[in-house]
């Protein structure tokens, strides 16, 4: 019989805590970095630049098809022998944003190409420079028709992100690793790790919804 024993989780609550928070920094930061770097190539890949399509066609093949773990080891572990070094922290960040950007890029690449061309046609006659048609005309229409992709790909980057913990990023996994190796209550930690980890996601799913609401809803008719 397992003799369940939560004493140790709760005497440490601040320091899972604290993880959570470094989690929730760690993860917003990449899904802003990430949508820009989404939409940069999303523009890329739609535009007439044959090489510059190339470009992020390798990338995002490269990065779809290969494993995360694969990417975050090449960056902190492998770069450091071309003479790129970085804190875990920062490899952690900059390994969540190049793999989101490439699952970003072909979501929103989706939903550029979902917009009528007559739209556009229609942007031009009225006397819109490239830019405004892309503003106005493009980009709004395409994020709302591919927001609930867009954001289910964000919460799963956030649960990704407990990868870092392999290359000691401080974060919610890690707090939890560490705490495990004192206390030894495996069980205990893991499974209110997994709680915590679901209202993460609950609460994202939440903010994201409410932004929708906010900011892609159809004004309601009269």
Do not use: C, H
Request: glycine share 8%; charged share 10%; hydrophobic share 55%.
């Amino acid at each position: 019989m397992y003799n369940f024993n939560f004493q140790p989780v709760f005497e440490n609550l601040d320091l899972l805590g604290y993880g959570a928070l470094l989690t929730i920094r760690m993860s917003l930061i990449a899904m802003v970095l990430g949508l820009i770097v989404s939409m940069l190539g999303a523009v890329a890949k739609t535009s007439g630049i044959r090489p510059l399509r190339w470009l992020v066609d390798v990338y995002v093949e490269v990065i779809r098809n290969t494993p995360f773990l694969i990417q975050i080891f090449f960056i902190f572990f492998g770069l450091p022998a071309v003479g790129i070094s970085m804190s875990p922290d920062t490899a952690a960040i900059v390994a969540l944003v190049i793999n989101v950007g490439a699952y970003g890029t072909e979501i929103i690449r989706a939903g550029i190409e979902s917009i009528p061309g007559g739209q556009i046609e229609a942007g031009k006659a009225l006397g819109l420079s490239p830019v405004q048609i892309f503003r106005y005309v493009v980009v709004k229409p395409a994020l709302r028709n591919i927001y609930p992709s867009l954001t289910s790909q964000f919460i799963y980057l956030m649960l990704t992100s407990s990868v870092v913990s392999v290359i000691s990023a401080n974060d919610l996994a890690s707090a939890g690793a560490d705490l495990n190796a004192r206390t030894f209550a495996s069980f205990e930690i893991y499974l209110v790790l997994t709680v915590m980890y679901f209202l993460l996601a609950l609460g994202f799913s939440t903010l994201f919804a409410a932004i929708r609401r906010n900011f892609f809803s159809y004004p309601a008719s009269r």
